[in-house]
């Protein structure tokens, strides 16, 4: 999960600031496992309809719920909130296609779900994400459009399509 190491250490990442939000991240979620800090790692996007410039507007950030803050590009960015916004205009990183632990992890663009986590335990962990403050996360649905979805309809969606890809062709064999 981590290979983004290999662009600049901790070390070069905390003294020069160096690297992209990704880099940032992992960086820090090293760091944070070898203090057994639990946190998520999210990437989301923001609303393209509501920001200037080429889409995606994406970004990588961690929270640490026992501290109820997220880090961003090195920093604390703020308290009391899941999310992470754009520094222009102050626009939610609301739309996201990845969640890690310090021990799984999920990465689902196009609604396609792949990694360590299992639908549901992927599903427990965006509507705990969820009740942390009760905002609104969606997942994204088209990378291009930014268009996104709710949990729970990502949700009823994957579950369709395990139904229909592994249980069907199963009762068939039999």
């Given at each position: 999960?981590?290979?983004?190491?290999?662009?600049?250490?901790?070390?070069?990442?905390?003294?020069?600031?160096?690297?992209?939000?990704?880099?940032?991240?992992?960086?820090?979620?090293?760091?944070?496992?070898?203090?057994?800090?639990?946190?998520?790692?999210?990437?989301?996007?923001?609303?393209?309809?509501?920001?200037e410039?080429?889409?995606?507007h994406?970004?990588?950030?961690?929270?640490?719920?026992?501290?109820?803050?997220?880090?961003?590009?090195?920093?604390?960015?703020?308290?009391?909130?899941?999310?992470?916004y754009?520094?222009?205009?102050g626009?939610?990183?609301?739309?996201?296609?990845?969640?890690?632990?310090?021990?799984?992890?999920?990465y689902?663009?196009?609604?396609?779900?792949?990694?360590?986590?299992?639908?549901?335990?992927?599903?427990?962990?965006?509507?705990?994400?969820?009740?942390?403050?009760?905002?609104?996360?969606?997942?994204?649905?088209?990378?291009?459009?930014?268009k996104?979805?709710?949990?729970?309809?990502?949700?009823?969606?994957?579950?369709?399509?395990?139904?229909?890809?592994?249980?069907?062709?199963?009762?068939?064999?039999?």
């Amino acid at each position: 999960m981590f290979f983004e190491l290999v662009e600049q250490t901790v070390e070069e990442s905390y003294t020069t600031k160096a690297g992209h939000c990704i880099v940032q991240a992992a960086n820090l979620a090293a760091v944070l496992d070898l203090a057994r800090i639990d946190y998520y790692w999210l990437q989301g996007f923001a609303d393209p309809s509501t920001l200037e410039g080429p889409y995606p507007h994406g970004h990588d950030w961690l929270y640490i719920p026992d501290y109820d803050l997220t880090i961003s590009n090195g920093k604390i960015e703020s308290y009391s909130t899941i999310l992470c916004y754009h520094f222009k205009g102050g626009v939610p990183f609301d739309r996201i296609d990845f969640v890690g632990t310090p021990e799984r992890w999920a990465y689902f663009p196009e609604l396609q779900l792949v990694g360590t986590l299992s639908l549901k335990e992927l599903i427990e962990i965006l509507r705990e994400l969820i009740g942390f403050h009760e905002e609104e996360i969606l997942v994204l649905e088209v990378a291009e459009s930014g268009k996104g979805i709710s949990v729970e309809d990502f949700s009823a969606l994957l579950e369709e399509s395990y139904i229909t890809s592994s249980l069907v062709p199963r009762l068939f064999r039999e």
